[in-house]
């Protein structure tokens, strides 16, 4: 069940602009069904959850330092709640069902209203069933301007997403609850969208520079990028800038629920195309095209200055405690045994319950704190991937420093990949008071076990 590469090139390019629903001002965000053609031209519609009729939903930019006001209505035939993905907020408006607020029901709504205190690039997404309805379109961008930002030409935000589509009948594949994608890799698709369409085009000059805003926003696939016709550097990483721009040589991941600020010039001769790529093991295929016409410059730009800082708080390693999280489970190092609540279950018990996979040795969000921080208290994390598979493993409420191997502080992140038998370790500063998510952004994962918390007093 899956397109073929001639189909795809059969088609006609999409345009590549967001649907015009989600280009409209609201001050509501309503979770509700629509149509959509996220496959090729030539194929049928897909019917798609949304916020405001179109996928993705409409893109929320404001400045740094303001304040967003949004009442979610739920349209939708589930429970559902809304997540504001990277940003450091208020614990009440984080959108988690069970640990910060309620779900909202069939028919009700809930008002999000709070202060976006960080520049960068962010995104929205639905949190309950999120494995079901972030498959089904529930996501959205959101923007934070810097006071002063960089000198672009087109500052363009691009979601990556990819679906399990019927090709017959362009319907998303209901199978969210797969046992083998859960106890696997998670949920992939047959169709890689961006901005919600097949083979988007923006056309661009020769010498303009680009801000690209890369989001991804699939359930599982990690996307190894590269750039063809345009050559630049990343510049902030899951929203926070890079305190040295680094140079795009090769490839580069994005996990899911991570971004990548790219400043880049088009570096491609008039009437060619430039495009940014998805490599795979068959040698893969472009994402979003770039096709050039005319000069922008009659020479490229020289380098790139780094992005304003965002007001973090300084991390010291020193004195700062050791936690480790060890994730364990799912095909090929099956759990022997979990706990469920108070109760320790056999593999096979919790294979039987949907439940393939552990934090700590517990199977679901345990009832007691991964970790117990007093407000401002610096902690390591230590992740230890003893899985088969790889975990892009997110905090909720707080972004944290990577320790590289040689013991100094890498990126600012909000969500780190930790490979296959992998350690992988972190620190942060606890100074936003709450209780928070720490989970498997690969969303069969998290809905399969690889769910905790910790608490900020």
Do not use: K
């Amino acid at each position: 069940m899956t397109f073929t590469r001639r189909q795809f090139l059969q088609s006609a390019a999409a345009l590549a602009v967001l649907p015009h629903s989600a280009r409209a001002s609201s001050s509501d965000l309503i979770a509700q069904t629509a149509m959509q053609q996220i496959a090729p031209n030539g194929f049928p519609q897909t019917p798609v959850w949304s916020y405001g009729g179109g996928v993705p939903g409409a893109e929320i930019r404001l400045p740094q330092g303001a304040r967003v006001q949004r009442r979610l209505v739920n349209e939708l035939p589930q429970p559902t709640t809304v997540h504001w993905h990277g940003i450091r907020i208020d614990n009440a408006m984080d959108g988690v069902p069970g640990l910060t607020q309620d779900v909202i029901a069939p028919g009700e709504g809930f008002d999000y209203d709070f202060v976006v205190p960080d520049a960068g690039t962010y995104w929205y997404h639905a949190h309950n069933r999120s494995v079901e309805q972030v498959a089904r379109g529930l996501y959205g961008p959101l923007i934070v301007e810097e006071a002063t930002g960089p000198d672009v030409d087109q500052d363009l935000t691009l979601m990556l997403d990819d679906w399990r589509l019927d090709p017959d009948t362009g319907h998303i594949v209901e199978d969210f609850d797969n046992g083998h994608d859960q106890s696997h890799a998670g949920r992939l698709g047959n169709l890689i969208s961006v901005n919600g369409q097949f083979d988007p085009v923006f056309p661009a000059r020769r010498h303009e520079r680009l801000r690209l805003r890369l989001i991804n926003a699939s359930n599982a696939r990690i996307y190894d990028l590269a750039l063809d016709g345009v050559a630049g550097w990343i510049v902030a990483l899951d929203g926070m800038p890079l305190e040295s721009p680094l140079e795009v040589e090769d490839g580069f991941p994005l996990a899911p629920a991570q971004r990548a600020d790219l400043i880049v010039d088009v570096t491609a001769e008039s009437d060619t195309v430039a495009g940014l790529i998805s490599r795979e093991r068959d040698g893969g295929f472009g994402l979003v095209r770039f096709p050039v016409s005319g000069n922008s410059a009659t020479t490229a730009r020289s380098g790139v200055v780094p992005l304003p800082a965002n007001p973090l708080a300084q991390v010291v390693l020193d004195g700062a405690p050791v936690h480790r999280m060890t994730l364990q489970g799912g095909a090929m190092r099956w759990l022997e045994s979990a706990q469920l609540g108070d109760t320790q279950l056999s593999g096979r018990e919790l294979a039987q319950l949907g439940r393939f996979w552990a934090l700590n040795g517990y199977a679901e969000r345990p009832l007691d704190p991964f970790l117990d921080a007093q407000r401002g208290s610096a902690h390591r994390i230590e992740f230890v991937n003893e899985t088969a598979f790889p975990h892009a493993m997110h905090l909720h409420g707080h972004h944290f420093r990577l320790i590289l191997p040689d013991g100094s502080l890498g990126p600012w992140r909000d969500t780190v990949l930790v490979e296959r038998g992998q350690t992988r370790e972190i620190v942060l500063v606890a100074d936003n008071p709450g209780d928070w998510l720490l989970h498997c952004h690969m969303l069969g994962h998290a809905a399969s076990g690889m769910m905790s918390w910790f608490r900020v007093t």
